[in-house]
């Protein structure tokens, strides 16, 4: 059984940085699309960034952005450690949610099923991120 296990929320002020990072248990996930979603109060859980593995050039990653987080967000994975990481840079208060990693196994980053909350397979419980300004 697959586990996430996100970290790294908390307060921050509006313009700093925070980095989230996301352990997973249980299986390997190199073959896994991780991707991370967040949830404002009274909203639902909207896409963030996706990070699969599909070989070739490019580290053999291939990554993709919701346009929230897009320049000033970027997803990164250490698939030795199983683990995937969001930073946020020049940090909004929009970017006050509950912040979630998921992984799946079945589609590509650039495909819309990827930025559905349905296609994922496992969840974390999330880790809260609250920007004051």
């Known amino acids: 059984q697959v586990q996430l296990v996100e970290s790294g929320g908390g307060l921050v002020q509006a313009g700093d940085s925070l980095r989230l990072s996301c352990t997973a248990s249980g299986r390997a996930l190199r073959n896994y699309a991780m991707a991370w979603f967040r949830q404002a109060p009274g909203k639902e859980r909207e896409f963030g960034a996706c990070?699969?593995?599909?070989?070739?050039?490019?580290?053999?990653?291939?990554?993709y952005y919701a346009d929230s987080v897009k320049g000033r967000g970027t997803i990164s994975r250490d698939y030795a450690k199983n683990m995937v990481y969001l930073q946020m840079n020049n940090s909004k208060s929009e970017d006050t949610a509950v912040y979630y990693c998921a992984a799946d196994f079945s589609y590509l980053c650039t495909t819309a099923e990827a930025m559905g909350v349905p296609t994922y397979d496992y969840w974390g419980h999330g880790t809260q991120v609250t920007v004051s300004s």
């Open positions: 990070m699969k593995w599909v070989g070739g050039g490019n580290g053999g990653s291939s990554t």
